[in-house]
């Protein structure tokens, strides 16, 4: 077998660019597996079709219980336990005024302050209901809705590498709209490298780079969805206190894992949470890594970091943490 032989292919699936790059015999017939998870997954998982497990589950709350598959079970229990562990920073409950806001829909537009505040009523991952033997989910309070759009990707990642795997792949990439998987090393035994987003400037520049092998690289940042209104900049992660976009002091949070659905969980709420309440919650979890910009553009990345972490403008500075 010739080991650099690989098949790449692109698609705009689930929302998102999925880039693709697989070596080995299978590697085309893995892709396409793994192109039909994503579109599973998306059917379960999506908040806007209606036949969804979510939407299923939204239009029933603070009345009836609803059977759902296995698999949105699971993402809801892994959202429930990053709630926790981000102390309510991450809330899928938050459902509810990301849809005031207009978040990925044609008509975005900042709410009244009275919506925002009835709305805040219903954000609570603690009212959740779930029951795993039975598959059943049930929000408690009428109105209550949840929102995957912060996880459900990081959970799609993870399966097309167990895909991979499950096809006899050892070395491959994949690039989910910014979550970035790399299963192995490249063929000629290096790690993978994975450019991280300068939040500041275009597509394609980078703050530094990472050197990965079997790791889950994912992003949040205010740069990547957001709309203007009367010049103010309004963008897409919302703080579950207030209501509002968070205002931290970071401008993006990346976190290294072994898989994306653990990096989903924890960019989000560390975008939320700001740099040194992100330090702490990071500080506590094991084989969790991050980079942090700020606002007025200094780098922190935490010291394990340390030679698999480079930035690209050599003049700056890291501050390891
Ligand atoms: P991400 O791009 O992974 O940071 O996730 C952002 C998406 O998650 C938004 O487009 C919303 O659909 C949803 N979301 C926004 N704020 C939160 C939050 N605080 N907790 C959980 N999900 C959120
Ligand atoms: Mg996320």
């Known amino acids: 077998m010739n080991t650099l032989k690989y098949y790449e292919r692109q698609d705009l699936l689930i929302g998102t660019f999925i880039t693709q790059r697989i070596y080995g015999e299978n590697a085309e017939n893995a892709a396409i597996k793994a192109l039909k998870e994503l579109e599973y997954i998306e059917e379960k998982m999506s908040f806007f079709r209606k036949d969804s497990d979510v ?43 990301v849809k005031s806001w207009g978040i990925f829909t044609q008509s975005q537009k900042v709410p009244s302050d009275s919506e925002i505040k009835s709305n805040l009523k219903l954000v609570d991952y603690n009212y959740i209901e779930i029951d795993e033997k039975q598959y059943c989910v049930k929000l408690r309070k009428k109105g209550q809705m949840i929102d995957l759009g912060g996880i459900a990707k990081g959970y799609a990642g993870d399966k097309a590498v167990q895909i991979y795997k499950e096809n006899g792949i050892k070395s491959a990439f994949i690039n989910l709209g910014g979550d970035i998987l790399a299963l192995g090393e490249k063929p000629n035994g290096l790690a ?19 050197s990965v092998k079997d790791k889950a690289v994912v992003t949040s ?18 703080d579950p206190r207030t209501g509002y976009p968070s205002q ?32 702490k919650m990071i500080k506590k979890l094991d084989g969790v890594e991050a980079i942090f910009m700020t606002k007025d553009e200094n780098i922190h990345a935490t010291s394990r970091l340390l030679k698999s972490f480079t930035l690209s403008d050599k003049s700056k500075k890291i501050n390891w943490i």
């Open 55 to 97: 939407s299923k589950i939204n239009s029933n709350s603070g009345e009836n219980s609803v059977r759902v598959n296995k698999d949105t079970i699971h993402v809801i229990l892994q959202a429930k336990k990053y709630g926790n562990i981000s102390q309510g920073a991450f809330d899928i409950t938050v459902a509810p005024i």
């Open 248 to 279: 931290s002091d970071l401008i993006s949070a990346t976190i290294i894992a072994d898989i994306s659905i653990i990096g989903e969980a924890l960019s989000t709420p560390a975008f939320v949470m700001g740099l040194e309440e992100s330090i």
């Open 192 to 210: 993978w490298k994975v450019g991280i987003q300068n939040p500041n400037m275009d597509i394609d520049s980078y703050i530094g780079i990472a």
């Open 221 to 238: 940042g205010a740069y990547q969805r957001y709309f203007v209104q009367d010049n103010q900049k309004y963008h897409h992660i919302i």
